[in-house]
């Protein structure tokens, strides 16, 4: 081996799930670390190369107590390793990790996966979090982002150089792993479906009072919803359910026969950094409508792969949602069909991880 490599990241799940490709390719070249919580895919790590050591995280809000645990952490598990580069992953990994690195004299490279609410609007939680990504960030050799706006958001308040940016496609997608899918070709009801946490930020507000407006008017949809749920939301699921336009699925390991079974993805989401979602489903051959953000829009081609709708709009993604429902079913297919062909010139996983260990290893080199 080449050398030894550190990541440290917030989630094993996201960690497996979309960098596991990455990871592989590294392991060829490095001996590669993984700090992360323990949860779901924390023992699959191991299976594609990963020495995984188990760290615990407060992934929400500012603890202090917490967050100089983390630090400390960070800063042994580097003096004991000793790794030629470390990776990190979302915004407390990207802060105390890589302010843990700067301190060791150790290069990192920094991946933002996302702004988070944090950015959203001004006040005290985004001057803090400016502070400390400003901190984090500073001596990193490489800052990938998912999408040029949330990189100029970065530039744009001080906390990185422009220099040092890399804008990818977000993870990629795996286009074997999610391989095009026949279209649904059974029965007269839409099935519409929802992937990710039932939350106001995922747009679930604007979706349930347009699955409502689609019903009145006698629409024959359903929504089907796989996702953890936050427990405000408990009540309107069940309600949903009950009224019929909804089948809560809760969450789930494999999204596969979910995506096969949909005529439609839908994610009106506020804020992304790169929605895999998007892509996973666009490359099974499902059509999309998601909001016209950020992280969001690059995986449509309006009115060709999909619909584009307004952020925490209800008229303009009911609007989104009729326009779909006018469509044939040659159409339909047609539209998921070109989604997919979309993937395979923009999105293919493989382009992004040979993307990425490029910039990793030029990152190394540079250090030397």
């Given at each position: 081996m080449g050398g030894k490599l550190l990541i440290l990241a917030n989630n094993s799940l996201g960690l497996?799930?979309?960098?596991?490709?990455?990871?592989?390719?590294?392991?060829?070249?490095?001996?590669?670390?993984?700090?992360?919580?323990?949860?779901?895919?924390?023992?699959?790590?191991?299976?594609?190369?990963?020495?995984?050591?188990?760290?615990?995280?407060?992934?929400?809000?500012?603890?202090?107590?917490?967050?100089?645990?983390?630090?400390?952490?960070?800063?042994?598990?580097?003096?004991?390793?000793?790794?030629?580069?470390?990776?990190?992953?979302?915004?407390?990994?990207?802060?105390?990790?890589?302010?843990?690195?700067?301190?060791?004299?150790?290069?990192?490279?920094?991946?933002?996966?996302?702004?988070?609410?944090?950015?959203?609007?001004?006040?005290?939680?985004r001057r803090v979090a400016t502070c400390l990504c400003r901190i984090g960030l500073k001596r990193a050799g490489v800052v990938f982002f998912e999408n040029s706006d949330n990189r100029d958001v970065y530039c744009r308040l001080g906390i990185v150089r422009q220099d040092v940016c890399h804008v990818l496609h977000g993870a990629g997608v795996n286009l074997e792993q999610f391989p095009l899918t026949p279209y649904p070709t059974d029965g007269t009801v839409t099935r519409f479906l929802f992937?990710?946490?039932?939350?106001?930020?995922?747009?679930?507000?604007?979706?349930?009072?347009?699955?409502?407006?689609?019903?009145?008017?006698?629409?024959?949809?359903?929504?089907?919803?796989?996702?953890?749920?936050?427990?405000?939301?408990?009540?309107?699921?069940?309600?949903?359910?009950?009224?019929?336009?909804?089948?809560?699925?809760?969450?789930?390991?494999?999204?596969?026969?979910?995506?096969?079974?949909?005529?439609?993805?839908?994610?009106?989401?506020?804020h992304e950094g790169m929605a895999n979602v998007n892509?996973?489903?666009?490359?099974?051959?499902?059509?999309?409508i998601t909001s016209r953000i950020p992280g969001c829009m690059e995986a449509v081609r309006e009115g060709e792969t999909g619909y584009l709708c307004a952020p925490q709009d209800t008229d303009s993604l009911l609007d989104a949602m009729q326009r779909f429902l006018r469509l044939s079913p040659a159409e339909r297919e047609a539209m998921g069909r070109a989604g997919r062909a979309h993937m395979e010139a923009e999105f293919d996983k493989r382009q992004v991880v040979a993307e990425t260990a490029a910039c990793l290893q030029a990152c190394v080199s540079a250090s030397r």
């Amino acid at each position: 081996m080449g050398g030894k490599l550190l990541i440290l990241a917030n989630n094993s799940l996201g960690l497996y799930r979309f960098r596991a490709d990455l990871i592989r390719t590294l392991g060829q070249t490095y001996t590669v670390y993984a700090s992360t919580p323990r949860n779901d895919h924390f023992d699959d790590l191991a299976s594609i190369g990963c020495h995984v050591i188990e760290t615990g995280i407060d992934r929400r809000g500012l603890n202090p107590i917490r967050d100089l645990r983390l630090l400390r952490t960070y800063r042994r598990l580097i003096r004991e390793i000793r790794p030629d580069l470390v990776i990190t992953y979302t915004i407390k990994c990207n802060v105390y990790g890589g302010y843990a690195a700067r301190r060791a004299g150790v290069p990192y490279a920094v991946n933002v996966t996302g702004l988070g609410s944090a950015f959203q609007h001004p006040g005290l939680l985004r001057r803090v979090a400016t502070c400390l990504c400003r901190i984090g960030l500073k001596r990193a050799g490489v800052v990938f982002f998912e999408n040029s706006d949330n990189r100029d958001v970065y530039c744009r308040l001080g906390i990185v150089r422009q220099d040092v940016c890399h804008v990818l496609h977000g993870a990629g997608v795996n286009l074997e792993q999610f391989p095009l899918t026949p279209y649904p070709t059974d029965g007269t009801v839409t099935r519409f479906l929802f992937i990710g946490r039932v939350m106001r930020e995922k747009g679930v507000d604007e979706l349930f009072a347009a699955m409502r407006g689609l019903r009145a008017a006698g629409q024959s949809c359903v929504l089907h919803v796989v996702g953890d749920t936050e427990e405000d939301y408990r009540a309107r699921l069940h309600e949903g359910e009950e009224a019929g336009w909804l089948v809560y699925h809760g969450y789930q390991t494999d999204v596969h026969p979910f995506i096969a079974e949909a005529h439609c993805l839908v994610l009106p989401s506020y804020h992304e950094g790169m929605a895999n979602v998007n892509l996973e489903s666009a490359s099974m051959g499902r059509p999309l409508i998601t909001s016209r953000i950020p992280g969001c829009m690059e995986a449509v081609r309006e009115g060709e792969t999909g619909y584009l709708c307004a952020p925490q709009d209800t008229d303009s993604l009911l609007d989104a949602m009729q326009r779909f429902l006018r469509l044939s079913p040659a159409e339909r297919e047609a539209m998921g069909r070109a989604g997919r062909a979309h993937m395979e010139a923009e999105f293919d996983k493989r382009q992004v991880v040979a993307e990425t260990a490029a910039c990793l290893q030029a990152c190394v080199s540079a250090s030397r």
